[in-house]
């Protein structure tokens, strides 16, 4: 019986972005803002991390539509090695996310109950308990919620049909926050100091791991060519199979 989902994962961006994915070999992680709700209390943070769907080529073009039409497919076989995971799709009315997030919550008040311990071990033990836990939260979603895109906000969106898989940075990462508050990337100046402490952060691949590249449209496929026959640190195989993966958005709009 064939899987209901597909070996290959889509990130969609910019064409800026695709050509910086395709300079670096790899993936800038981002601050990306999540709200959770839970039945009218909104949990929001910030957490380093890429994005991807678990969709179908048939299944992209209501997705292209929110997210733009320039992307790159991966193997699945390549996220799996690199540690990337499905998001836990959570209902704000269910007792899972209430007791999750209040759980949260408390043990980071009986932390900041404990910096004034002398026993440095056990208050170690609690910050690092505490961040595990949390770390689950930069994988949950809610199932359907606000969906804001370009100042438009549709308000019963299910964000369970994009079935996003994630990476994020570890939490020990070297000066990298695991979580900024919303403030601070509505902060244009503090935005920025995040970005730049991200800079040497790459969610790297190969070549043969990349099995689409997708532009919006025909007339974007000649300039992509010309993008990949430049990159200097390729080599010709390596070009000719970027090149032979390269798909319009309007061709998979038009035949899937």
């Not at 678990?54 to 790159?72: A, C, N, Q, V, W």
Request: charged letters at 25%; glycine letters at 4%.
């Amino acid at each position: 019986m064939q899987s209901p989902y597909p070996d290959i994962l889509f990130h969609f961006t910019k064409l800026a972005g695709l050509k910086a994915i395709l300079n670096d070999q790899g993936f800038r992680p981002g601050y990306s803002t999540e709200t959770i709700n839970n039945n009218g209390a909104d949990r929001k943070f910030a957490a380093p991390m890429v994005s991807f769907c678990d969709l179908r080529l048939s299944e992209l073009p209501t997705h292209m539509r929110k997210y733009g039409k320039f992307g790159i497919g991966m193997t699945k076989e390549w996220a799996l090695i690199n540690g990337l995971n499905p998001v836990a799709y959570v209902n704000k009315n269910s007792e899972f996310t209430n007791n999750l997030l209040h759980g949260l919550q408390g043990i980071h008040s009986l932390l900041t109950a404990a910096t004034g311990l002398t026993d440095y071990a056990t208050a170690n033990q609690l910050n690092k308990d505490y961040m595990n836990l949390m770390n689950v939260q930069r994988y949950i979603k809610n199932y359907e919620g606000i969906l804001e895109r370009k100042n438009k906000k549709a308000k019963h969106y299910r964000f369970a049909d994009e079935r996003e898989w994630r990476y994020v940075l570890p939490l020990n990462s070297v000066a990298v926050w695991p979580f900024v508050p919303e403030s601070d990337i509505n902060d244009p100046t503090k935005k920025q100091t995040h970005k730049d402490l991200l800079e040497p952060y790459r969610l790297t691949y190969n070549v043969s791991d990349v099995k689409y590249i997708i532009v919006a449209a025909e007339r974007n496929v000649k300039p992509m060519r010309e993008h990949i026959e430049s990159l200097v640190n390729l080599s010709a195989p390596d070009k000719e199979h970027l090149l032979a993966r390269i798909l319009t958005a309007a061709q998979i709009e038009a035949d899937m």
